[in-house]
């Protein structure tokens, strides 16, 4: 064989080492990316002189997104700590509360109720710890039908004359019947009399709570009469008012007499009896 064709016959075998080569490696790249995304088990090209290979698809745990790249998480709600509970709600025109505490009371809460759910009329309760296991029922009530319930603590103290964790343990255990038998954890707190002071406020927000009194009192915890109670609620109407009534710590018919008689004037008069809503920071 001459030296120019044994040249020529080496370049050529060498050409299709390369080529061969060329095609394996194309082969793996593309099985390697099939992988990846998903697509199924490729199997390579045969080469020369070599056993075809079929690529093994990936594991499926790869294919799961990595948790650090879902969603970002809501930043928290946050309660402002306030020095004093609020008095008058916002709202557009002439808009009102109505607001009930110490109960609940069998005998009388279940009155109100059905006095509001004949005007279609949402109010508030400031219910007393203590009273809910006997009562769960009308605070399920009190959830289907829309009213808000709020937190007057377990057994209704002076919390001016309590320690700081003797007044977490009020309002925290309140917080839990209410949340075992409404269905949610209050977002309002008031103190019994009216009593606030620095740690009431604090640790209200820490329960994620608002601190809210009120504008009218009726008195009627004194059994003024149900003319009495009514005309003040009459004469107290504005817009923003927030108003006091009880439906438990005594004999509170008067008050249940006394709505029936003041709800149908108020909203006779253009008042929207509502509940007001949280706003957080």
């Known amino acids: 064989m001459k030296k120019d064709q044994l040249l020529t016959r080496l370049l050529t075998r060498r050409r299709a080492l390369i080529a061969g080569a060329g095609a394996v490696g194309a082969a793996a790249t593309a099985g390697v990316v099939t992988a990846v995304t998903g697509d199924g088990p490729v199997t390579s090209a045969p080469a020369a002189g070599s056993q075809a290979r079929r690529l093994v698809k990936s594991s499926a745990y790869r294919l799961q997104p990595l948790t650090g790249y879902g969603p970002p998480r809501a930043a928290p709600r946050r309660t402002l700590v306030r020095r004093e509970p609020l008095l008058r709600v916002s709202g557009r025109g002439r808009t009102m509360v109505l607001t009930f505490d110490d109960g609940p009371d069998p005998r009388y809460t279940p009155d109100i109720l059905d006095t509001l759910a004949e005007y279609d009329v949402r109010a508030m309760f400031f219910v007393c710890g203590e009273m809910v296991p ?23 103290p002076l919390l001016t004359r309590l320690t700081r964790r003797q007044i977490r343990s009020q309002m925290e255990r309140t917080c839990d019947v209410i949340e075992d038998a409404y269905g949610e954890r209050p977002e309002w707190f008031r103190a019994p009399y009216g009593a606030w002071n620095r740690a009431a406020f604090q640790l209200g927000a820490e329960l994620g709570m608002e601190p809210l009194g009120w504008t009218v009192d009726t008195l009627d915890w004194t059994t003024p009469g149900t003319r009495s109670i009514a005309n003040r609620v009459e004469r107290g109407a504005a817009p923003g008012v927030v108003v006091l009534s009880h439906d438990a710590g005594g004999d509170r018919s008067q008050s249940v007499r006394a709505l029936r008689r003041y709800l149908p004037e108020l909203l006779d008069s253009g008042y929207h009896v509502t509940v007001p809503r949280r706003h957080y920071a």
């Open 134 to 156: 006997g009562s769960r029922n009308l605070l399920a009530r009190m959830a289907d039908e829309g009213h808000v319930v709020g937190n007057h603590t377990w057994s209704h």
